[in-house]
């Protein structure tokens, strides 16, 4: 049981490029989503999903797509990178959000740099 | 203004201290979330909760819905425990996919 693996660890992009952060769960989890962490703000969501074939936007999903094909497999996609999104992302998931019984498990980060 | 408001944003306490934590949200939550991110930036899950006190081990956890206030209370803290505490909440019903998270409380304990 490997919980959330998130890869890479480490990413450097040229302004313009495109990338794909992977994240995949073996919990079964419903729950998956996707954060972006910059210095002095919070975690912020970018998107998220409920279930196979269903995603949907959070608080800042400008210039970032994402899919979710299958339970376990949760990719999150910069078409065009911009240096604004230097940041540490984050995956994460749960077996439902809203279940007092169910708490987020979270992938160890990806540290994206995009000169 | 933040919807999740963390106070303090840092702390230092010497080993053997009681801590706690305070989180003070804006909106109607189906449930609120503690989590520890350790200085390598991986990040647990601590508690989860939706009404009165949760404790596992030295770590406890109380919600107030009414006042729409949490508290995180660390005894006899040890400098194993530094880290950033991190609140977060699931809005109310229909919204409960949307966490928003505060920005953080950097504690460092000290021997």
């Known amino acids: 049981n490997a919980g959330v693996t998130q890869t890479p660890k480490f990413q450097v992009l040229k302004t313009g490029q495109s990338m794909t952060l992977q994240c995949a769960q073996d919990m079964n989890h419903e729950y998956m989503s996707w954060y972006r962490q910059d210095p002095g703000m919070g975690l912020r969501l970018i998107h998220y999903?409920?279930?196979?074939?269903?995603?949907d936007q959070g608080e800042v999903p400008n210039g970032y797509n994402v899919s979710r094909s299958t339970t376990e497999d949760f990719p999150l996609r910069l078409l065009s990178a911009a240096p604004s999104q230097t940041s540490v992302y984050f995956c994460?998931?749960?077996?439902?959000?809203?279940?007092?019984?169910?708490?987020?498990?979270f992938g160890n980060g990806t540290r994206l740099t995009v000169t | 203004k933040n919807e999740v408001e963390q106070s303090p944003q840092n702390l230092t306490a010497q080993e053997g201290e009681f801590i706690t934590i305070n989180c003070s949200y804006s909106?109607?939550?189906?449930?609120l979330h503690w989590l520890q991110q350790h200085p390598g930036g991986g990040i647990v899950s601590l508690f989860m909760?939706?009404?009165g006190k949760k404790k596992h081990g030295r770590l406890i956890a109380t919600i107030n819905i009414q006042e729409k206030h949490s508290s995180l209370h660390i005894t006899a803290s040890h400098p194993r425990d530094s880290a950033v505490y991190i609140c977060a909440v699931s809005p109310g019903i229909g919204t409960a996919s949307k966490l928003t998270f505060g920005t953080g409380t950097r504690l460092q304990v000290t021997l």
């Open positions: 994460a998931s749960s077996y439902s959000i809203a279940s007092v019984g169910s708490p987020l498990h």
């Open positions: 909760l939706s009404s």
């Open positions: 909106v109607g939550i189906s449930a």
């Open positions: 999903s409920v279930g196979a074939g269903i995603t």
